[in-house]
Every structure is written in structure tokens, then in C-alpha cells.
């Protein structure tokens, strides 16, 4: 059965600090990687993909993969109130036919 | 870009009674779509997914006759909750993948509260 694991957290840092949010994944035949925002009672949101080994930088926020370890991880530089959400690990196939499994999300505070 | 709308974002249905929610991609066409349920607190689970113009794979645990996919076009795929219960309250969301972008776009879901 394919899994993703997140630590729920919460996981709270001060603003202007780096969160640093962390997810392992059990199929390694995965392909592909991405980093939902959710906001309580919203939809999820993509902020970051990223499917090669190596760290993926966009704005504040950099994405890290390992597939050797079955590690994705992501980075949020000068942590912002606003950022304080539930991130979600999701994994899946390069087959838009096939859905993303998701972790269970980590609950990050931004404390001001 | 690839928008996923979703209607009604809200609903509050009686005990017994069946409710529509509808999933569109506005600016794609979606062969496939993904419906999901999220519990207050709780991560997203896959109910299904759907397939135009064939009939949904349903996960397991997920009741087929209560839940009723029909993907009837390449923009449009709608989710019936039949003899809805309390316990059918929850947060439904459907996903969609536009061929070329990465990642899954998801519409802004619908919120099912049953009295």
C-alpha cells in the first residue's frame, strides 16, 4: 500500500525564521512530488512540485527530493504569519490518470 | 492556467435526501477527475476517480450506490451523495490534471453539512 508520512506538528516557528517541513513516501516507483497549502476550510493549494533529485527554488520557499531516501522535504524562508496553514506531501506518477497520494499534512504556526 | 470550479460550495440537505455537487475544468478538458472527502482535522481521502464516458473506480470502504460519479463530458464530472446522513457531513473536493502543467488543481470544494 502506497504511503506518505508527515508529521502532524504543529510545528511553530517565529516569523522571519525557516520552517522546515519534512515527508517520506513508500513507493519508490514514484515520479512525482508536490506541496499543497491548506488554509482551515479551503481547498489545497500547489506551491511547489518537484520530480529530480536535488533542491527546486521558487521565491521563499525551496523544495527538496531524495529518492534514494524516499525524502521530500520543503523549506519556507522569513516565515510569515500568512504562511501558518496545514502542508500537504503528495506523491504520485507522472500519469495525470492516476491520483496523488497525499500525507496527512503538518500543521505549521508562524507566530509574530 | 487550469481552473477547477466547483458548485455548490455550500449545502445543508436533510436526513434522507440526495445532493449534487458539480466539478468542472473551465479552461481544460479532464478525462479524468479525482473526488475527495476531508473530516475536520483530517488529511484528504480519494473517494474515486472518474472517468469520462466510463464508470468510476471507487476506492475501497467507499460505497458505489451511495456515492454516484457520472462524467458525462470532458469539462464536467458531478458527485451525488444518495440518502444522505449525518455522518455524510463533510468536505467534498474534487482534483483534475491538466495535460502539459504540473500538479493537480483543485476546486475549492463543498462543504455537506445533513441535518
Known amino acids: 500500500q502506497k504511503e506518505v508520512e508527515q508529521n502532524s506538528g504543529p510545528l511553530s516557528v517565529p516569523e522571519g525564521a525557516i520552517a522546515s517541513l519534512n515527508c517520506t513516501y513508500s513507493d519508490r516507483g514514484s515520479q512525482s512530488f508536490f506541496w499543497y497549502r491548506q488554509y482551515s476550510g479551503k481547498s489545497p493549494e500547489l506551491i511547489m512540485f518537484?520530480?529530480?533529485?536535488g533542491d527546486k527554488e521558487d521565491g521563499r520557499f525551496t523544495a527538496q527530493l531524495n529518492k534514494a531516501s524516499q525524502y521530500v522535504s520543503l523549506l519556507i524562508r522569513d516565515s510569515q504569519p500568512s504562511d501558518s496553514a496545514t502542508y500537504l506531501c503528495?506523491?504520485?506518477?507522472?500519469?495525470?490518470?492516476?491520483?496523488?497520494?497525499f500525507g496527512k499534512g503538518t500543521r505549521l504556526s508562524v507566530i509574530a | 492556467g487550469a481552473v477547477v470550479s466547483q458548485h455548490p460550495s455550500r449545502v445543508i440537505c436533510k436526513s434522507g435526501t440526495s445532493v449534487k455537487i458539480e466539478c468542472r475544468s473551465l479552461d481544460f478538458q479532464a478525462t479524468t477527475m479525482f473526488w475527495y472527502r476531508q473530516f475536520p482535522k483530517q488529511s484528504l481521502m480519494l473517494m474515486a476517480t472518474?472517468?469520462?464516458?466510463?464508470?468510476?473506480?471507487?476506492e475501497q470502504g467507499v460505497e458505489k450506490d451511495k456515492f454516484l460519479i457520472n462524467h458525462a463530458s470532458l469539462t464536467l464530472s458531478t458527485l451525488t451523495v444518495t440518502s444522505a446522513h449525518p455522518e455524510d457531513s463533510s468536505f467534498y473536493i474534487c482534483?483534475?490534471?491538466?495535460?502539459?502543467?504540473?500538479?493537480?488543481?483543485f476546486g475549492s470544494g463543498t462543504r455537506l453539512t445533513v441535518v
Open positions: 482534483s483534475a490534471r491538466r495535460q502539459g502543467f504540473d500538479g493537480y488543481t
Open positions: 503528495a506523491v504520485g506518477l507522472n500519469s495525470g490518470n492516476t491520483p496523488l497520494v
Open positions: 472518474s472517468n469520462e464516458g466510463s464508470k468510476a473506480t471507487y
Open positions: 518537484i520530480y529530480s533529485n
